[in-house]
């Protein structure tokens, strides 16, 4: 699981590059039938309409309002880069790196009143993000799991999620079938106490793209949802060829 939530330091040479690109990201100067095409041809954004950041910050701070696919093709373009298999946390390993071997309401206890020590959240963020890893880790060395921004999960959100882990499903990951609504977690600079704890969960809603001034909508960026952001993991067992298209491309034409 990464330390730290994805920065625009490391999300930038994904979203920003200097190719003219149609709209679902596709370089316009791209020939798929070369010797040697580009490594990340099929998988940067379009260029951003607004400046994403909002002007709370940029270096050392994290990336926020992208959509699930573009967390998900940022996965893509980072394993293409590094020959490593990256992807989205499911909400089950999500939590589980969130608790790192606790059972209480936060990583760090049950008390709220110690929760300044640990995110930032509606009562000391002053309506804003911060930089990554200002706040103290929990016990397995993970940064902001309460607060800063909420995180994307590759899950599909679903209201039984815990009843289904009760009832011993034997794979805890939520194949999504439509694009919305999608599972976050991890609370954000503008949520409440409760909004932190480990096990708190909400789902993606069209509203995060409200002022979109595109038509259709764009793939890539959620402007009215400056607090969403994501991590990433990078499982030990690599899977299919299959799966792993799955994970890059399962916020692709699902409505």
């Not at 330091?9 to 010797?35: H, L, S």
């Not at 020590?117 to 309506?127: H, M």
């Not at 880790?137 to 209201?159: C, I, K, R, S």
Request: aromatic share 16%; glycine share 8%.
């Amino acid at each position: 699981m990464g330390k730290y939530e994805v920065t625009w330091d490391e999300y930038e040479p994904f979203m920003v590059t200097p190719n003219d690109r149609y709209k679902n990201g596709t370089r316009k100067d791209f020939d798929p039938a070369a010797k040697y095409p580009d490594v990340d041809g099929v998988t940067s954004p379009t260029a951003p309409y607004v400046e994403m950041s909002f002007g709370m910050g940029q270096k050392g701070f994290p990336a926020i309002s992208m959509t699930q696919h573009a967390a998900n093709k940022y996965c893509e373009w980072l394993s293409a880069q590094t020959g490593h298999f990256y992807r989205l946390p499911t909400e089950a390993e999500w939590e589980f790196a969130c608790r790192a071997g606790t059972t209480t309401a936060y990583s760090f206890g049950d008390d709220p009143a110690q929760l300044a020590n640990y995110g930032w959240f509606a009562d000391n963020s002053d309506e804003k993000y911060h930089k990554i890893g200002t706040k103290k880790p929990n016990p397995w060395g993970l940064y902001d799991m309460h607060g800063n921004v909420m995180e994307w999960t590759a899950d599909q959100f679903v209201p039984d999620y815990f009843r289904r882990l009760h009832a011993g499903a034997a794979n805890p990951f939520v194949r999504p079938q439509t694009l919305y609504p999608r599972s976050v977690r991890g609370g954000g600079w503008a949520g409440d106490a409760a909004q932190l704890r480990s096990a708190w969960r909400t789902g993606s809603d069209p509203g995060w793209e409200q002022q979109d001034p595109q038509l259709p909508k764009s793939i890539w960026y959620l402007t009215d949802a400056p607090w969403v952001g994501f991590r990433i993991a990078r499982p030990m067992e690599i899977p299919s060829a299959e799966e792993m298209y799955f994970y890059w491309n399962s916020s692709t034409d699902k409505h």
